[in-house]
């Protein structure tokens, strides 16, 4: 059985910090490409960072580029988003996403809610 799951979540007053777990089982995780997405109310969900399952390269959406970290250890089956110097702007619900083309397959978790309010 696949699963997907997220720890970390909270509420943290602006400029403060939090790390993301997303902990991965059913499937072999050294094979897949793994993100974060987030969902704020009222909004579409967006992706935030990626990390390749080949190379270990990252991508992050401009918004949170040198704010937040994304890593995984493969040792574990567990992908890590570090947010630092967080703002009201990034509240929202925290997914993390795992991906392979060949043959196709995609797996959600179901979210963790970060709320950045003083």
């Known amino acids: 059985q696949v699963q997907l799951v997220e720890s970390g979540g909270g509420l943290v007053q602006p400029g403060g910090s939090l790390r993301l777990s997303c902990a991965a089982s059913?499937?072999?995780?050294?094979?897949?490409?793994m993100s974060w997405y987030r969902q704020a109310p009222g909004k579409e969900r967006e992706l935030v960072a990626t990390?390749?399952?080949?190379?270990?390269?990252?991508n992050y959406a401009d918004s949170v580029k040198g704010r937040l970290a994304i890593s995984r250890d493969n040792t574990k089956n567990t992908v890590y988003l570090q947010m630092n110097s967080l703002k009201p702007e990034d509240t929202a619900v925290y997914y993390c996403?795992?991906?392979?083309?060949?043959?196709?397959?995609?797996?959600w978790g179901q979210g963790t809610q970060v709320t950045v309010s003083s």
């Open positions: 059913g499937f072999t995780f050294s094979t897949y490409t």
């Open positions: 996403k795992a991906e392979r083309s060949r043959p196709l397959r995609t797996y």
């Open positions: 990390i390749s399952n080949i190379d270990g390269s990252t």
